[in-house]
């Protein structure tokens, strides 16, 4: 009897406890494998700072702001950097919704090809609003993982789709911080 209430109390214990102990938003363990594709959704400038920041954390990728499927074959991941630019969108020449369709895309084959989608978000409250959340939600909704600057999550945009999804999130405070989240994921 004795065994038994030993073993109810302990049980009672991790109950209450464990949750306590276990991993927050900031701790999200998820890998992936390079090489990475990277790639826009919104054509801003913000895909050229995750570029360098992958080349800080060592991680082997292939670079192309309008990726199409056909470039799925020779990676093994993809990183979306989203936030709408309408002078970038200008600057590729598509219009907002050719760029949602070109992303959608992208992710439905990398689904079916079962590649990890890493959606990064650098701009903070900049890339926020009605153009940049435009790509912004629908990546979130296919993504496998999200880091996003946590001034971009001001309003828990980011961490209640991560949360009504299930998958992990990490809100970094600096974009610098992505680095190492980078090399983390990938292994380096």
């Known amino acids: 009897m004795k065994k038994f209430v030993r073993l109810s109390e302990y049980f009672i214990f991790l109950l209450i406890f464990l949750p306590l102990i276990g991993f927050t938003q900031e701790e999200t363990f998820f890998s992936a494998k390079d090489p990475a594709l990277i790639t826009s959704a919104g054509q801003s400038a913000d895909v050229l700072m995750v570029k360098i920041l992958s080349d800080k954390a060592g991680v082997s990728y292939k670079f192309e702001k309008t990726a199409t499927v056909a470039l799925l074959d020779s990676v093994n991941s993809v990183i979306i950097v989203s936030g709408g630019s309408s002078k970038g969108l200008g600057a590729a020449s598509i219009d907002k919704e050719e760029e949602l369709e070109r992303v959608k895309n992208l992710m439905r084959a ?53 949360k009504d999804r299930k998958i992990g999130i990490q809100l970094p405070e600096k974009i610098n911080d992505i680095q190492g989240i980078l090399q983390d994921i990938y292994g380096k």
């Open 110 to 162: 990398a689904k079916e090809k079962k590649l990890p989608i890493i959606q990064v978000h650098v701009g903070g409250k900049s890339r926020r609003g009605e153009l940049s959340d435009y790509f912004n939600k629908p990546v979130a909704e296919n993504a496998d993982h999200l880091i996003v600057v946590k001034e971009g999550d001001h309003d828990a945009f980011f961490s209640q789709i991560a």
